[in-house]
């Protein structure tokens, strides 16, 4: 069974302009999790969707940050614009909707940004 | 909100030592304790979890141990490998309904010398 699917793997983009990230959650994994990690940090929730609602944004940072699961599968990330600090890895994780926090999350490999 | 604080921050060991790594939480209401390895270039994966309701839980080389009136839990692997080597997290989860969050340490960094 595939795995939690993100691309790109790697985007290097200059300072202002605009950034998106896609995510493929595992088959039937209702819930879906963006995650920010920090060189050197623990990821740090960003948005967390229940098939296509978003039931916590609370750490989004709305100015530049936006995101969508339109259909309630995959999900896509957007920066705009991006500043120097938004370089980081972004995680993608999946899980069960059943059980909520005590289900396994399943991240995927992450996006490294690079901001210059 | 809840704060997890991990130690030590890197960790380097001999092929076949034990390992430990510990963590304080802050919310006394977090009820949920995962452990995450993270292998370069991946995301992290659940290796072992613990719920409040249990001290103490095993798993093959590796186990967790809880303890809710300190406000500490403890990650330890027996017969370390070299493949062991990687980062790990713990987390805490406060329950709240649709607000529960996971909230990591900042990670140790396990190395397993041959």
Redesign the interface.
Known sequence: EAG?VQSPRYKIIEKKQPVAFWCNPISGHNTLYWYLQNL??????LI?Y?NEEA??DSQLPKDRFSAERLKGVDSTLKIQPAELGDSAVY?C?SSLEAG???N??F????TRLTVL | GENVEQHPSTLSVQEGDSAVIKCTYSDSASNYFPWYKQELGKGPQLIIDIRSNVGEKKDQRIAVTLNKTAKHFSLHITETQPEDSAVYFCAAVRPGGSNYKLTFGKGTLLTVNP
Not at chain 1, 40 to 45: A, F, R, S, T, Y
Not at chain 1, 107 to 110: N, T
């Open positions: 939690v050197g940090q623990g990821p740090e929730l967390r229940e039931v916590d995680l994780a909520g926090p005590y396994e999350q991240f995927g490999p992450g």
